[in-house]
């Protein structure tokens, strides 16, 4: 142990030298390491959740660039699901089947992947309320809706104007606007121009997407900002309630080795923004019509399926054109995290190459506008003297500060990426009041409800960039860590050390009670709107049109009705649409086609999903349910035949066993009801 | 037991010819409560399996069988494909069209019992009513008894020899992997106390006729 954690002082010590922070000691680190390393005596008990027991809270944790949502229960760590939002997922289909295909949509045609990095709670009056989970890819900039009944995808919107959308999609109290800014700078409108004139021609865009109203995600509008790397944003709350702020890095404006160049000002920005200031001179007609084409993906909540549309053209603001839209607040040193301390009085920066934490005050920040404490104007943006905004600053707090959470007790936690810790300090007297290693090189923390107006101050969970030894290697490739730290004592205490999916960047958590009561548990068939649904065993069939095979199947335990289809043939596409008719909590179905250049699907109670199918060769080709359903869940099986093309093999589908080798017109007796055996199916 | 109050307190006896306010106010609050059947089920079978925790249910009214919850009767009968059962629904139950209107009769019969005032309608409508509670928990296990033995053998995916799926009338039962368990449900309680309002309305009738003498009051007990 102890010769670990020489190597690891010894790796901050190199990391600190190879960033050229001089004159500052490794002790901090060191220190509080060796106090607080040991795992409090309790916390075995303090995280066991008995088989069969709840946890006490859902956290949400971004995927990364696994492009996903993953649901992790709290204080045990255990996964609950992986929610596919921005990227294809073959285990449920999600991506492949025809209902949401779509959902993958953007402006570039079909895009597989997409880094997903910051999970956002829908808010009322800036509390969590449990109706969506919005999260934001970056890659591709996007902005995605999960419902939280059903823990699914429901809506993606893309950003046009920008690239890179990392500070996203954080949300106004209200929920009336998410957020997206560009972490790239790019030419805006896009244009095939010479990297190296960045600065003439390289602009940002601080986006804001109305989010209150589910399928109706739009620009609102967007603000053209000087061409910084905008990085991570907040809302106000309380009093700063209607003000948004970003922070911004490269205000040197480099456009290559970033490391370096973007590195030389003492001092970047906060972008604090009036979007009151926005509506009203929106209404004003001080904005302009910009171009610039983007899709929006929706599922209908009637039918499951998902669609696209593609827009043209935004509102777009200049803060020339808008006196008091937008303030810089200068803050050291190329600022990552900022974030709104509960009583939204205080701006917490995480400056990650400062050696200090920053924190602006709200209240100075409206008195030096109103005194036009100007140091300088950019853009028709004025920059805010430092001193006339700043509150004070944590001193020597450790080593890379990045992202800040609250406890609602007047206390902020701040993870420290380079000295590996959490350090907790006081709100007001800028004081460090305790700190805590974690394993290793924290980014994002989460406290849940931790950037809310009322934080539920009991766990905080440190999610790391850095695993190394912590658990049984795996070769080269392994999860990402994250900790589990009881805060509600004086003292912080480590509990749980867990194995993350993909990187996640941030995490949202809301108590156990908000949503397991309205969790669905089944789709009603009843209200499936799917235009391929079938209802019923004996609705199942098969039609042509042209080279088109549409195949109607219901799956329920322990079979498919129709499992014999025959006159298909080499040329055709055919479509399964298949429906678990089951209406029975967790009972799924799945689909698998022997061949098919495509990924099966989960059907999950109630719901229709189509598989398509483009059968290569003649021949005799199972399919089969892919889920254990049932004891009989072997047999739940089914033969199609594909023919040559022309072939005179007739089409056909049976209904279900019994058709198949009953006469027309005869009496069936199934599931205690009579049928007559028609050309099409049981009458 | 009805008969034997009857034979037991001939008529010959009667010296009154109309009842006291007390039998005639606990004919009416029996007749008048019959009026809950037509809302609550009678019965309650209770189905519980390793893999169904939350359980399965089926509630037997006057005049109809549904699940606990509104999709439990179709999971019941999804599941009882496996074993062979005929598809449990009401519409396959003439005796569930006929039951309202029996307590239809049986709240009018009480209710002119109580206006009446006569101990001979009072002892037939009693007797109707207990006649009429029998007979239904007869056929009801009758059902129970044809679900449970009546199986498709020849399309029934588990066959076990021997084996029948009757669940109890009353009490606990083990049927493969689901413990059934059935008993009465609310409008059954309703049934059962205002059978007892009607037989202590019987019981204050007997002894102030016969002054404390009928014998039927102890065989009531006994």
């Known amino acids: ?302 039918t499951g399926v998902a669609s696209s549309e593609t827009k043209t053209g935004v509102t777009m603001l200049y803060p020339a054109d808008c006196d008091g839209l937008v303030y810089y607040l200068p803050t050291p040193k190329s600022p990552h995290g900022v974030d709104i301390d509960p009583s939204g009085e205080y701006i917490v920066a995480g400056g990650k190459l400062a050696t200090v934490i920053p924190v602006h005050s709200f209240t100075k920040m409206l008195k030096a506008i109103a005194d036009k404490q100007f140091e300088k104007t950019i853009d028709g943006i004025p920059v805010l003297k430092y001193e006339a905004v700043i509150a004070g600053e944590v001193q020597k707090p450790g080593l890379g500060p990045l992202h800040t959470e609250f406890d609602g007790r007047g206390n902020a936690y701040t993870s420290m990426f380079i000295s590996s810790e959490v350090v907790k300090w006081k709100l007001g007297t800028w004081e460090v009041l305790d700190r805590i290693p974690v394993y290793y090189s924290v980014g994002h923390i989460m406290i849940p409800g931790g950037d809310s107006r009322k934080p539920y101050g009991k766990y905080l969970l440190a999610l ?85 095979v549409d195949v109607k199947m219901i799956a329920i335990r322990s079979h498919f009705a129709p499992d014999i289809l025959e006159g298909i043939q080499v040329g055709d596409t055919v479509y399964f649409h298949v429906t678990n008719i089951e209406q029975d909590w967790n009972i799924a179905h799945g689909f698998a086609v022997f061949g098919a250049n495509n990924s099966g699907l989960t059907l999950p109670p109630g719901e229709t999903r189509t598989l398509k199918w483009i059968p290569q060769a003649p021949a005799v080709y199972p399919f089969y349910c892919t889920d254990f359903c049932s004891a009989l869940h072997q047999e739940m099986q089914g033969y199609v035949r594909v023919s040559p093309a022309g072939s005179n093999v007739a089409l056909m589908a049976n209904t279900s066993h019994t058709a198949q080798t009953a006469a027309l017109g005869a009496e069936v007796k199934l599931n205690g009801a009579k049928h007559v055996v028609s050309a099409t199916g049981l009458r | ?150 199986l498709d053998f020849e399309h029934a995916i588990i066959k076990i020899p021997g084996m029948n799926y009757q669940p109890p009338l009353i009490g606990v039962k083990q049927l493969l992997n689901f413990t059934a368990v059935s008993w009465p449900d609310i409008g059954g309680w309703i049934a059962f106390v205002a059978l007892a309002l009607a037989l202590a309305a019987v019981v204050i009738v007997m002894r102030s006729h016969g002054q404390g003498r009928c014998p039927l009051h102890g065989a009531h007990h006994a």
């Open chain 1, 1 to 302: 142990m102890s010769l670990s954690r020489i190597t690891r002082s010894t790796v901050f010590c190199a990391a600190i030298l190879t960033l050229g922070v001089s004159g500052y000691a490794c002790a901090p680190s060191g220190k509080g390491a060796s106090t607080t390393n040991l795992v409090a005596g309790d916390a075995a008990s303090r995280v066991y959740v008995a088989p069969g027991s709840y946890d006490e809270y859902y956290s949400f944790l971004s995927g990364g660039f696994s492009g996903q949502v993953t649901v992790y229960g709290l204080p045990s760590g255990r996964l609950f699901k992986q929610i596919p939002v921005f990227s294809q997922f073959p285990q449920t289909g999600y991506g492949y089947s025809e209902e949401t295909k779509a959902m993958l949509a953007t402006t570039f045609g079909q895009v597989p992947w997409d880094d997903s990095h910051h999970t956002e709670l829908s808010l009322t009056d800036g509390v969590p309320d449990g109706r969506w989970l919005f999260i934001n890819a970056n890659n591709t900039p996007r902005i995605a809706r999960i419902d939280l009944k059903r823990f699914e995808t429901v809506e993606i919107l893309q950003i046009p104007n920008a690239a890179g959308g990392h500070a996203s999609p954080f949300a106004t109290p209200d929920t009336k606007y998410v957020v997206s800014a560009t972490r790239f700078s790019v030419p805006i409108p896009q244009a095939d121009v010479p990297i190296a004139s960045y600065k003439q021609n390289f602009k940002g865009t601080l986006t804001f997407v109305t989010a209150n109203q589910p399928g109706k995600m739009d620009v609102a509008f967007q603000i053209m900002m000087p061409g910084y790397d905008y990085d991570l944003g907040h809302a106000g709350k309380g009093p700063s309630d209607g003000w948004f702020f970003f922070t911004t890095y490269n205000s040197e404006q480099a456009n290559t080795k970033l490391e370096v160049n973007a590195s030389q000002a003492d001092k970047d920005y906060i972008a604090a923004v009036n979007y009151r200031k926005a509506e009203q001179c929106i209404a004003d007609g001080k904005a302009k019509k910009f171009g610039g084409s983007y899709v929006h993906n929706v599922v209908d909540p009637k």
């Open chain 2, 1 to 150: 037991m009805a008969t034997q109050l009857l034979a037991a307190c001939p008529m010959h006896r009667t010296h009154r010819v109309t009842m006291s306010v007390a039998p005639r106010l606990l004919t009416a609050i029996a007749s008048l409560s019959l009026i809950g059947l037509f809302f609550l089920p009678l019965w309650r079978v209770q189905l519980v399996a390793p893999q169904y925790p939350e359980g399965l249910g089926m509630r037997i009214g006057i005049s109809s069988v549904r699940g606990a919850t509104p999709n439990d009767l179709d999971n019941i009968n999804g599941l009882n494909h496996y074993i062979g059962m005929q598809r449990i629904s009401a519409d396959a139950i003439p005796e569930l069209r006929i039951m309202p209107w029996i307590v239809v009769l049986l709240i009018a019969g009480g209710l002119a019992a109580a206006v009446v005032g006569r101990r001979r309608v009072l002892y037939a409508w009693c007797l109707g009513f207990f006649t009429f509670g029998a007979a239904g928990l007869a056929d009801f296990w009758r059902w129970e008894y044809d679900y449970g033995h009546n």
């Open chain 1, 464 to 548: 790391d960039k850095i695993t190394k030894d912590r658990y049984l290697p795996t070769g080269p490739e392994g999860s990402r860590s994250a900790q589990l730290i009881d805060i509600s004592g004086d003292k912080m205490k480590m509990l749980l050390d867990f194995p993350t999916m993909g990187e996640p960047h941030y995490a949202q958590a809301v108590p156990a009670s908000m949503l397991q009561p309205t969790s669905v548990k089944f789709e009603k068939l009843s209200e499936n709107g799917n235009p391929f649904v079938t209802m019923a065993e004996s609705d199942g069939g098969i039609t042509r049109h042209g080279k088109r």
